[in-house]
């Protein structure tokens, strides 16, 4: 039996089968690093040595958080899904860390998050900030930028890229990266009270962003400008609330404000890595545009 086998967890990761909770744990396995998985359903834990799964009902399960967190030193919180309630699931599983002990959470939050942050979502990633730092619990802020990952998804079978950007300019980073720096957060010493901003190497515009799209797919990829009502209203089919609305399109709207242009190195400094470009991304994720339609 190895060591990681052997010992008792020391960091828990929230969102353990999610896009960045997953990438964390399967690197602090690659490190030998002892983890407990939170989890809502224990057969879509990853497999990975030196990792037990700790199953709850999400955050908002007091009493299953509580048990999860029992013995562990380190709490990686990852938001929970973006509904307009996840602050108050958050909340509880803050309560939750106090009460099993926890010395300190790493808290993945938003780059501007603040009580006036043109994203929706950014409020209540400030939010859940302030209920960690009242916590009395050692905290490690990791800002992230809006994801590189995601950046293809937006581009309609149409070609375009439809929103109220303007020529405001995003820091886009990858998953990839915001996870390595996360893993290098949790098993750092001397990352207490300390805030970091996640961001990739580059601001560009949607312009930007399409034009490589295209140049990369050799499909016919633009950028097209709407005002705030008309992405509202092209958004109105969706079966969706109009709290995720507003989360759409704000999207947008926080680029249009300069709020996610700013670059930051905090990803190299932790990783020894520069982040990726949105290039080298669409060069390793040769389908990420597979579902544009190649005629326009």
């Given at each position: 039996?190895?060591?990681?086998?052997?010992?008792?967890?020391?960091?828990?990761?929230?969102?353990?089968?999610?896009?960045?909770?997953?990438?964390?744990?399967?690197?602090?396995?690659?490190?030998?690093?002892a983890q407990r998985l939170i989890v809502?359903?224990?057969?879509?834990a990853p497999k990975l040595v030196g990792a037990e799964a700790a199953v709850v009902g999400g955050y908002e399960d007091a009493e299953g958080m509580r048990a999860a967190l029992d013995g562990?030193?380190?709490?990686?919180?990852?938001?929970g899904h973006?509904?307009?309630?996840?602050?108050?699931?958050?909340?509880?599983?803050?309560?939750?860390?106090?009460?099993?002990?926890?010395?300190?959470?790493?808290?993945?939050?938003?780059?501007?998050?603040?009580?006036?942050?043109?994203?929706?979502?950014?409020?209540?990633?400030?939010?859940?900030?302030?209920?960690?730092?009242a916590s009395g619990l050692a905290w490690t802020m990791a800002h992230m930028n809006f994801y590189l990952d995601v950046l293809p998804e937006f581009v309609l079978p149409s070609g375009d890229i439809a929103g109220p950007a303007g020529d405001g300019r995003v820091a886009a980073v990858s998953r990839?990266?915001?996870?390595?720096?996360?893993?290098?957060?949790?098993?750092?010493?001397?990352?207490?009270?300390?805030?970091?901003?996640?961001?990739?190497?580059?601001?560009?515009?949607?312009?930007?962003?399409?034009?490589?799209?295209?140049?990369?797919?050799?499909?016919?990829?633009?950028?097209?400008?709407?005002?705030?009502?008309?992405?509202?209203?092209?958004?109105?089919?969706?079966?969706?609330?109009?709290?995720?609305r507003e989360g759409w399109v704000t999207t947008y709207t926080a680029v249009a404000a300069g709020e996610l242009e700013p670059v930051s190195g905090d990803v190299l400094a932790l990783t020894g890595k520069e982040p990726q470009t949105l290039k080298e991304f669409l060069a390793a994720h040769p389908l990420a545009l597979a579902h544009v339609d190649s005629l326009g």
């Amino acid at each position: 039996m190895s060591a990681a086998e052997s010992a008792a967890p020391t960091i828990a990761v929230g969102g353990a089968t999610g896009a960045v909770g997953g990438r964390v744990a399967k690197l602090l396995a690659a490190q030998g690093v002892a983890q407990r998985l939170i989890v809502r359903d224990a057969a879509r834990a990853p497999k990975l040595v030196g990792a037990e799964a700790a199953v709850v009902g999400g955050y908002e399960d007091a009493e299953g958080m509580r048990a999860a967190l029992d013995g562990v030193r380190t709490f990686f919180l990852v938001p929970g899904h973006e509904t307009s309630d996840r602050v108050t699931a958050h909340k509880i599983a803050i309560e939750a860390a106090v009460a099993a002990s926890v010395e300190r959470i790493v808290q993945l939050s938003f780059t501007a998050a603040g009580p006036e942050a043109t994203f929706v979502y950014g409020r209540q990633h400030w939010q859940t900030e302030q209920d960690v730092k009242a916590s009395g619990l050692a905290w490690t802020m990791a800002h992230m930028n809006f994801y590189l990952d995601v950046l293809p998804e937006f581009v309609l079978p149409s070609g375009d890229i439809a929103g109220p950007a303007g020529d405001g300019r995003v820091a886009a980073v990858s998953r990839d990266d915001v996870a390595a720096s996360v893993a290098a957060l949790l098993t750092g010493d001397d990352h207490a009270g300390k805030s970091y901003e996640l961001t990739g190497r580059e601001a560009l515009t949607f312009s930007e962003i399409a034009l490589a799209m295209a140049r990369h797919s050799g499909k016919p990829i633009s950028y097209l400008r709407e005002t705030v009502e008309q992405a509202y209203a092209s958004r109105a089919h969706f079966d969706a609330s109009d709290f995720e609305r507003e989360g759409w399109v704000t999207t947008y709207t926080a680029v249009a404000a300069g709020e996610l242009e700013p670059v930051s190195g905090d990803v190299l400094a932790l990783t020894g890595k520069e982040p990726q470009t949105l290039k080298e991304f669409l060069a390793a994720h040769p389908l990420a545009l597979a579902h544009v339609d190649s005629l326009g």
